[in-house]
């Protein structure tokens, strides 16, 4: 997808080419994934002569959205704050050696907020009364979330 939102449209040849360039993958390679993810709605094809030629049907900020909720879903049980929290460390106004106008100020922070230990996976995982879906990580019925949202899952390598 990196590849194919730039280009706009590409068959799986062009998609090759440009990806042969950083990391290179066979033909087949590429051919399968894209067709896995026309068969999942994330690309459009359509028939040119012998090939197809694809179109993303989401754009990359639809499709990091669809992927951070399925990380808040299944690793932090759908608490934004636990996430927050486990990234605490690596955000820019957390790190000690931070150089803005405030450091003293960020450092008192940065140090108050490392006294308090920063929940685990494990720590927000649902308690054991939950249904086991939920404390297992695994996906409700119908790919439906819990705002009632019907998410098709994205697998975060074709990202």
């Known amino acids: 997808m990196n590849m ?12 090759r080419d440009r990806l042969a360039e950083r990391r ?14 026309a068969r999942k709605g994330v ?6 002569g012998r090939a197809y030629r694809y179109r993303p049907n989401l754009t990359m900020e639809d499709a990091r959205s669809q992927a951070l909720k399925q990380v808040v879903e299944n690793f932090f049980n759908g608490s934004g704050e636990a996430l927050l929290a486990q990234l605490g460390p690596f955000l820019p106004a957390a790190r000690p050696d931070a150089q803005t106008a ?13 006294a308090q230990p920063v929940p685990t996976v494990a720590q927000t995982a649902a308690p054991a009364s939950a249904p086991a879906s939920a404390r297992t990580g695994e996906s409700r019925e119908g790919n439906e979330s819990p705002h009632g949202l019907d998410v098709a899952p994205i697998d975060e390598t074709l990202l």
Not at 4 to 15: D, F, K, N, S
Not at 31 to 36: A, E, G, P, V
Not at 43 to 48: C, G, H, N
């Open 4 to 15: 194919l939102w730039p280009m706009g449209e590409a068959t799986v040849r062009e998609i």
């Open 102 to 114: 405030n450091a003293p100020r960020a450092r008192a922070a940065a140090a108050g907020a490392s």
């Open 43 to 48: 690309v459009e094809r359509r028939k040119v």
């Open 24 to 37: 290179p993958r066979a033909y087949t390679t590429i051919m399968t994934i894209m067709d896995r993810l």
